[in-house]
């Protein structure tokens, strides 16, 4: 039987199934796409067309790596009594520095602080350590022991930084780059601002992993806990003032404490 004549918008379709490469298509769904995610075909039922709805740059192990953050562990020379990683202290880091900036929002904060928006501080905060991922998290002990240690680890955290980004879609480096990067780039006052808060925050993490280990008992954080309330006291900023008066004293209550009967 003679081959039927194909319209051309269904020799266009045609074509571009060929040229995508290995392709498998759902009996159920009408969906055709490459194997391998570089692109996705999708054909609809109702016009029998195709679109191309996925983007062109191969597979990126970006969010796979930042993921292995729950693997580095943090607090290493001391003897814990509940380990932590830093996925864990970023996410309390980032949950902290958006309430700090909530609070210099609502006017707790010196007369010529810059405001910023509390989404933005989340921002740099969730990427604060991103690069102790490739690095590991080198003590604080090591890591400011002397001037040449700590510019040596400043620029394996660059080359780390680097190495992130390189996994990215290039359209997509602008979005990440600002973060990865933020102490290396020229930055403005809000910018400024929001790195001092995303750095009070960790300060105050610091602070509350020592009065968690001290609570349960644990004499290792003794003295850390004295020397990391002393660094954020000496920031001298009414957020973080605001935050040790109101929101701190809990983190060493027990569940039963912070969980009080409704008032009728």
Excluded at 211 to 240: I, K
Aim: aromatic share 8%; proline share 5%.
């Amino acid at each position: 039987m003679p081959e039927q004549e194909m319209r051309p918008e269904q020799a266009e379709d045609k074509s571009r199934v060929e040229k995508a490469g290995q392709v498998k298509q759902s009996g159920e769904t009408g969906q055709v796409e490459q194997i391998g995610g570089i692109d996705q075909i999708e054909q609809t039922e109702q016009t029998g067309r195709t679109e191309d709805r996925g983007m062109t740059e191969a597979v990126s192990p970006f969010f796979a790596m930042l993921n292995r953050a729950r693997l580095i562990n943090r607090w290493s020379l001391m003897r814990n009594s509940r380990t932590e990683n830093v996925a864990e202290h970023t996410y309390l880091v980032a949950l902290i520095a958006h309430s700090l900036a909530v609070i210099r929002d609502l006017g707790h904060c010196h007369a010529k602080a810059a405001r910023v928006e509390p989404e933005r501080v989340y921002g740099y905060a969730l990427f604060h350590d991103a690069t102790e991922i490739i690095t590991g998290d080198l003590p604080t002990p090591v890591k400011y022991y002397d001037s040449d240690i700590r510019a040596a680890y400043a620029k394996v955290e660059r080359i780390a930084a680097d190495q992130f980004l390189d996994m990215l879609p290039e359209e997509m480096l602008p979005y990440y780059e600002c973060y990865l990067r933020a102490e290396e780039r020229e930055i403005d006052e809000e910018v400024a601002a929001c790195l001092e808060l995303v750095s009070a925050a960790d300060r105050i993490c610091a602070w509350l992993k020592c009065v968690e280990e001290t609570s349960q008992g644990n004499q290792e954080f003794r003295e850390a806990e004295q020397s990391c309330r002393l660094r954020v006291e000496e920031l001298g900023l009414p957020e973080t003032e605001y935050f040790m008066r109101v929101f701190a004293p809990p983190f060493a209550a027990s569940l039963d404490r912070l969980i009080q009967p409704r008032k009728q």
